[in-house]
């Protein structure tokens, strides 16, 4: 029995049909065995996130022999920007990794001084909080919204891409800019004189290229896997904020799971974001170069 949709409550209406088929004696589709954790993201398997999630899976099913099972999900392939907190929270996935900017609007207000413009200079500076006892505060202060915290990554410092070059505040003036739905970023862009463009991340590139948007801003890593730079003839290097993920759990999964293998989801976890971490920095210095 297979279900495709993209729509959550039809998509958990459709678990349930296969659970009443499998109390009917119908045929369903066979499981494997082993606890499955699946992990959803909305960007390419290929970027830096995308392949943290993969080296995660791996070092887990090497590790676990058969106790757990990872499935990863990119692209927004389950879930996306809109739907993938609720998702969480419902427990139709087990990990995610959103960007910080959307805890703001998840009732988490605290992360949304991440997108308050030159907070930091550089990715020590970012790590020093995120790696320390206030990063672990923040993580801590998502159980208020029923979500286990493990971790962070760095995507990178955001630049500014538009049709134009934007070296000038002025240049910002009427300008349509995505923007992640944060209400810090919003207010960036309105004080600049441009019109900010709340979309989810996996319609950012149709939405360029289409002149839905005239712009975005973007870790430069973003711009080499998405594709950006074949709708952007402009790029503005103003590291002017900085962008990251949190690897957040549901929590009733998370409490049920034995503790050697939370022991050994957290290890795993930990390396597989400093791999992502690594790759991230790579790639800006990739960009850079080129």
């Given at each position: 029995?297979?279900?495709?949709?993209?729509?959550?409550?039809?998509?958990?209406?459709?678990?349930?049909?296969?659970?009443?088929?499998?109390?009917?004696?119908?045929?369903?589709?066979?499981?494997?065995?082993?606890?499955?954790?699946?992990?959803?993201?909305?960007v390419?398997?290929?970027?830096?996130?995308?392949r943290?999630?993969?080296?995660?899976?791996?070092?887990?099913?090497?590790?676990?022999?058969?106790?757990?099972?990872?499935?990863?999900?990119?692209?927004?392939?389950?879930?996306?920007?809109?739907?993938?907190?609720?998702?969480?929270?419902?427990?139709?996935?087990?990990?995610?990794?959103?960007?910080?900017?959307?805890?703001?609007?998840?009732?988490?207000?605290?992360?949304?001084?991440?997108?308050?413009?030159?907070?930091?200079?550089?990715?020590?500076?970012?790590?020093?909080?995120?790696q320390?006892?206030?990063?672990?505060?923040?993580?801590?202060?998502?159980?208020?919204?029923?979500?286990?915290?493990?971790?962070?990554?760095?995507?990178?410092?955001?630049?500014?891409?538009?049709?134009?070059?934007?070296?000038?505040?002025?240049?910002?003036?009427?300008?349509?800019?995505?923007?992640?739905?944060?209400?810090?970023?919003?207010?960036?862009?309105?004080?600049?004189?441009?019109?900010?463009?709340?979309?989810?991340?996996?319609?950012?590139?149709?939405?360029?290229?289409?002149?839905?948007?005239d712009g975005?801003?973007?870790?430069?890593?973003?711009?080499?896997?998405?594709?950006?730079?074949?709708?952007?003839?402009?790029?503005?290097?103003?590291r002017?904020?900085?962008?990251?993920?949190?690897?957040?759990?549901?929590?009733r999964?998370?409490?049920?799971?034995?503790?050697?293998?939370?022991?050994?989801?957290?290890?795993?976890?930990?390396?597989?974001?400093?791999?992502?971490?690594?790759?991230?920095?790579?790639?800006?210095?990739?960009a850079l170069?080129?």
């Amino acid at each position: 029995m297979m279900c495709r949709t993209r729509n959550l409550r039809r998509r958990l209406a459709c678990w349930a049909l296969g659970a009443l088929a499998l109390a009917l004696g119908l045929p369903v589709q066979a499981e494997r065995p082993g606890v499955l954790v699946r992990f959803s993201h909305v960007v390419a398997a290929d970027t830096p996130k995308g392949r943290m999630a993969q080296h995660f899976k791996k070092l887990v099913e090497e590790r676990g022999k058969g106790r757990l099972r990872v499935e990863v999900y990119p692209d927004s392939q389950l879930y996306g920007d809109e739907d993938e907190m609720e998702a969480l929270r419902l427990g139709a996935v087990e990990l995610l990794a959103p960007s910080l900017s959307k805890f703001g609007t998840a009732g988490v207000p605290e992360f949304e001084v991440f997108d308050l413009p030159f907070l930091f200079n550089n990715l020590d500076e970012v790590r020093r909080v995120t790696q320390g006892p206030l990063g672990r505060q923040l993580l801590d202060r998502l159980e208020r919204q029923q979500m286990v915290g493990l971790g962070f990554m760095d995507s990178g410092f955001k630049q500014m891409s538009a049709r134009r070059p934007l070296t000038t505040p002025a240049d910002f003036q009427g300008q349509r800019l995505r923007v992640q739905a944060s209400r810090v970023l919003v207010a960036q862009m309105r004080a600049l004189g441009a019109q900010a463009v709340v979309l989810p991340f996996g319609e950012t590139r149709s939405a360029l290229a289409k002149g839905v948007v005239d712009g975005a801003e973007n870790p430069l890593s973003n711009f080499i896997t998405q594709g950006l730079a074949g709708v952007q003839s402009d790029v503005s290097l103003t590291r002017h904020g900085y962008l990251g993920y949190a690897v957040v759990s549901n929590p009733r999964f998370w409490n049920s799971l034995a503790p050697a293998d939370r022991e050994l989801l957290g290890q795993a976890l930990a390396e597989a974001l400093a791999l992502g971490n690594r790759l991230s920095a790579g790639l800006d210095q990739q960009a850079l170069a080129t």
